[in-house]
């Protein structure tokens, strides 16, 4: 992927961070949605919440990134985006 894709994250709010470091429970719902630009991607995959939700699941440099794209449209948009990679490549 040369090109970076802009994709939508689940950020981290300072009421999900505070639930986090006492071990309560959190959803992705409760977090706010941001745009990241992503320049590599090792792996997409699926994240499942708590309250039965499946989001997309971003690898990138050890990371892990969710998104609230389902993996399908999430597989379906790093596809799209490398073909044009491709061809802007090869033109």
Known sequence: MNSGLILPIFWMTDD???KIKTGLPYLMKECDVREVTFYHINAIGFYADDDGRQYGAIFSNGEK?????SELELKETLEEHLRKDVFFLKS
Do not use: L, R
């Open 65 to 69: 990134w969710i998104t609230p794209i």
């Open 16 to 18: 999900v961070q505070k």
